[in-house]
């Protein structure tokens, strides 16, 4: 009894030692948070580099706000959706996997690459050698492989009478990739030549210099510069590893050994079982990485809601535009007037009046399309069309016209004939329409907030004023 006892107040006294050194801060919807889940937000969001810095009291009112979403967004279900579900463990795992692979597992596979290597080298070992290629088309007559025949044979008795082989590969060479380093090629295994220039290579020793070989590319003449085996595993070491990080073969090593452990759980575990385990167990001793998959899992759901509630629904809500424009159309005044509508430039003086005919009884959204479906139809572009709401500046044709200014205006090729044809609006839109992104902006705004007040009514939430005190401010 007396051992129960003591191991019962064994675990309070451990519980009170976590809870004293990661307190918590605020609670929302009966939800605790602890102090070190808020540092960890405050200090990504506020970090060197963040143009918009808050203080720890500013910030308390976002990252509550924040937590009022996930909450809405939980009691909405939108968890449950496989989609989201789908996009949560795909971003959980990126940061999971590599956790699973360590050091000797990289070593191993480093080393493993190291003896394919020299497996696939083979006894021969590696050749550098230099070349001369002159070069004859497959195709071409027996005429003209003799006269470069001739060609190579005068060369090779230069050769043979002490020319110094890398200048005639720089002048008379036809492979211009070796031709420009004095004919010399990189070191190769076997299997990287055709078969005619590595059987002659490959028997030469350095300093040798081949006959005159005749392959598919033409007539070559070889001259062997170095033969080696492959350096040791720990010459190559670093440069491996280098090469592995470069082709992600971290992620992959990850996801062979998932596949290992799933399948030897004989069924007890699925894939996403085991990275749902995984996450746990690291996350319970690597807090970084535990708020990193909080944050993804509540900034996922936070998307979704906010996008119905207020992005997607602003810009779509027609009437709720227009509406609120009309309500705050003074927000939207102009400083200077702006020109509605349009400068074009036609091939023919007729199509002056019909374009401004074809569009006058249109709605301005409209005219693109009309102006397209009945003038450039087909192949043949009868009209150019700058459309949209210009100030002055904007485009030169309408300073000249519309705003009276003395600016030079460049005629456009083949388009001989300017116009413009449109309204002035001298205090502002006339239409949301006019000024469509920012009242959709204002109206994403102000759809926020009340959605804000109304969860800051629904929810429940309170922060304790002296935990907060010491964030970041703690032994």
């Known amino acids: 009894m007396k051992l129960k006892t003591l191991f019962a107040s064994l675990l309070i006294s451990m519980a009170a030692a976590a809870q004293t050194s990661d307190p918590v801060v605020m609670t929302v919807n009966g939800e605790p948070v602890l102090r070190s889940e808020f540092e960890y937000s405050y200090n990504k969001n506020n970090s060197e580099g963040v143009i918009d810095k808050k203080s720890i009291d500013d ?50 596979q480093a080393k493993k690459i190291y003896d394919e290597t020299v497996e696939r080298i083979g006894p021969d070992g590696l050749i550098k050698t230099s070349h001369i290629l002159l070069r004859v088309d497959q195709q071409a007559p ?11 044979d005068s060369i090779y008795k230069a050769l043979k009478d002490g020319a110094d082989f890398a200048e005639l590969a720089t002048k008379l060479s036809q492979d211009p990739g070796s031709a420009r380093n004095g004919g010399q090629l990189p070191f190769v295994q076997r299997g990287q030549f055709v078969k005619e220039y590595e059987d002659a290579a490959f028997a030469l020793q350095p300093g040798e210099m081949s006959g005159i070989v005749q392959s598919s590319f033409g007539y070559h003449i070889i001259k062997m510069d170095e033969r080696k085996q492959l350096e040791p595993y720990e010459f190559h070491h670093d440069n491996i590893l280098k090469f592995m990080e470069q082709r992600n073969m971290r992620d992959q090593i990850a996801m062979q050994k998932i596949d290992k452990m ?33 944050e993804y899992h509540d900034g996922l759901l936070l998307y979704e809601i906010s996008n119905k509630l207020v992005w997607d629904k ?27 509508g349009m400068a074009y430039h036609v091939k023919e003086q007729g199509d002056v009046k019909a374009v401004a005919d074809c569009v006058k009884k249109l709605a301005f959204d409209k005219w693109a399309d009309a102006l397209r479906t009945t003038f450039n139809s087909d192949s043949v572009i009868r009209i150019r069309v700058e459309k949209g709401i210009f100030k002055k500046g904007d485009n030169a044709l309408i300073d000249s ?24 609006l001298k205090k502002g839109p006339e239409d949301y329409t006019d000024v469509r992104g920012l009242v959709v902006a204002d109206y994403q705004e102000m759809l926020e907030k009340e959605w804000v007040a109304q969860l800051r009514r629904k929810y429940t939430f309170s922060v304790d004023q002296e935990v907060l005190k010491t964030v970041n401010n703690h032994e």
């Open 59 to 108: 910030y308390v009112d976002l990252f509550i706000n924040y937590k009022l979403k996930v909450c809405a967004a939980l009691d909405a279900k939108y968890d449950t959706l496989k989609s989201y579900q789908d996009e949560f463990a795909q971003y959980r795992d990126q940061q999971v996997r590599p956790m699973l692979v360590t050091d000797e597992d990289m070593e191993a």
């Open 142 to 152: 027996k005429e003209k492989w003799d006269e470069v025949k001739l060609r190579a």
């Open 262 to 294: 799933v399948e030897e759980s004989n069924g007890a575990l699925t894939k996403e079982q085991f990275m749902e385990q995984k996450a746990n167990e690291l996350s319970a001793n690597d807090s970084e990485l535990k708020y990193l998959i909080k």
């Open 314 to 340: 602003a810009a779509k809500d027609e009437a709720g535009l227009a509406k609120f424009f009309k309500k705050n159309k003074k927000r939207y005044n102009w400083d200077e007037p702006r020109f509605k």
């Open 401 to 424: 016209v519309v705003f009276h200014k003395d600016t030079t205006v460049t005629k456009l090729k083949d388009y001989p004939i300017d116009a413009t044809f449109g309204k002035m």
